[in-house]
């Protein structure tokens, strides 16, 4: 079977194919062998959201698929490319940006400030914003440098405390949380004197109910991540097991230069790493639009057609799919193996409305052959 695809299959054979460009090889190939379908003898794993009374719709057809720190202005263009939801508002929420949004029918995550307390029964907000990437070095002030990430010994005695300000202010909502690379990557540097203690994010992930995190490879500029995709599901996987699979997991994903004028990411390898994110158990997608290099551009997705239509597919794609990514998923179901022994392939099981779902992905950039099919498991 060629390299370059993506495979999700259901008893109805739904099959979905994505090249990787300038590669020869792929970040996402396939290497199925095997489908047990003795789904009866099996467990499943808890619903991917939590119930919030006036936060994120408990409708199993909706999937949150979000724009980061974006002027409501442009609401209406990123619901049109199936964006659903707006997370972070620059200096907000303010009265005038929440009803831009609700012009649009577009819900928010914002800061709990006391313009959005005045509005705790208005729908449109669907969380609070805890705070963006704590674990990273804390700026001391304009031209003043950086300090210390916020260290475990003052999430103990603020961070928490914080979130169980903001869940006493509103405990119908959750609270989002979104970190930073060291999620994915122990080296980071950015974390300053904090680098390679990824036990700090035990105590990170207790102040929200859903944890996110960034980290763009394809534009990095670390060799040791560098085009790497596999770090995107790597963070996802971690923050799974940090918060023993009790809390949302969500993750950015990149699609412009950000602030590499070299390099932007291909619309495969955007698909590939959306793809990654889900297979490897993110239950929320937040695009990164910005762009800081060769110049400024805060809505970037917008203006690059080529790009926007690529992100436009995948999230259409992701929302058709929407009820099984929603649904458990089914523990042991499912068997992958490969002649490639440098391949990982990343995979999950869903059963949704009789239709049994497999999401398989290959997190390696290297080349992938199916072994021969075996016999399905009584």
């Avoid at 990123?78 to 831009?100: F, R």
């Avoid at 291909?266 to 639009?289: C, D, H, K, N």
């Avoid at 992100?311 to 179901?333: G, K, M, R, Y």
Wanted: hydrophobic share 40%; glycine share 8%.
């Amino acid at each position: 079977m060629r390299a370059g695809c993506t495979f999700v299959t259901q008893v109805k054979n739904y099959a979905l194919h994505h090249n990787h460009a300038n590669r020869t090889t792929s970040n996402i190939v396939i290497a199925l062998c095997i489908l047990s379908l003795a789904l009866s003898t099996h467990g499943t794993e808890g619903t991917s959201q939590p119930g919030w009374t006036n936060g994120l719709s408990q409708d199993k057809t909706f999937f949150p698929i979000g724009v980061w720190l974006q002027n409501p202005r442009n609401a209406p263009r990123y619901k049109a490319a199936g964006i659903n939801l707006y997370v972070g508002l620059w200096s907000g929420p303010t009265a005038e940006q929440l009803e831009a949004l609700e012009k649009a029918e577009m819900r928010v995550i914002c800061g709990q400030n006391q313009t959005a307390l005045a509005q705790r029964d208005n729908p449109l907000i669907a969380g609070w914003m805890h705070d963006d990437e704590p674990d990273n070095a804390q700026s001391l002030g304009r031209g003043k440098g950086y300090g210390p990430p916020i260290t475990p010994g003052k999430i103990a005695a603020n961070f928490a405390a914080n979130y169980e300000r903001m869940r006493d202010a509103d405990p119908t909502r959750p609270i989002l949380l979104n970190l930073g690379q060291g999620a994915a990557w122990d080296n980071y540097i950015g974390r300053g004197v904090r680098r390679n203690h990824p036990e700090d994010y035990l105590e990170y992930v207790k102040g929200c109910d859903i944890a996110s995190f960034d980290i763009y490879p394809a534009v990095h500029d670390s060799s040791e991540v560098a085009g790497k995709l596999e770090y995107v599901a790597r963070g996802v996987e971690r923050l799974a097991q940090w918060t023993g699979g009790k809390k949302g997991i969500w993750n950015c994903i990149e699609c412009t230069h950000i602030g590499n004028a070299a390099v932007k990411p291909t619309p495969a390898q955007v698909r590939a790493e959306v793809w990654m994110s889900l297979v490897s158990g993110s239950r929320g997608l937040i695009y990164f639009v910005h762009q800081f290099a060769p110049s400024f551009n805060e809505a970037a997705l917008l203006d690059d057609p080529e790009m926007l239509a690529a992100v436009t597919a995948v999230n259409a794609q992701v929302h058709e799919l929407a009820p099984a990514l929603n649904s458990p998923t089914v523990i042991d179901a499912a068997a992958v193996e490969s002649l490639s022994p440098e391949t990982e392939v990343a995979f999950m099981v869903k059963q949704q409305t009789g239709a049994t779902y497999l999401f398989a992905v290959n997190l390696r950039n290297q080349p992938a052959k199916p072994c021969p099919p075996l016999e399905p498991r009584s």
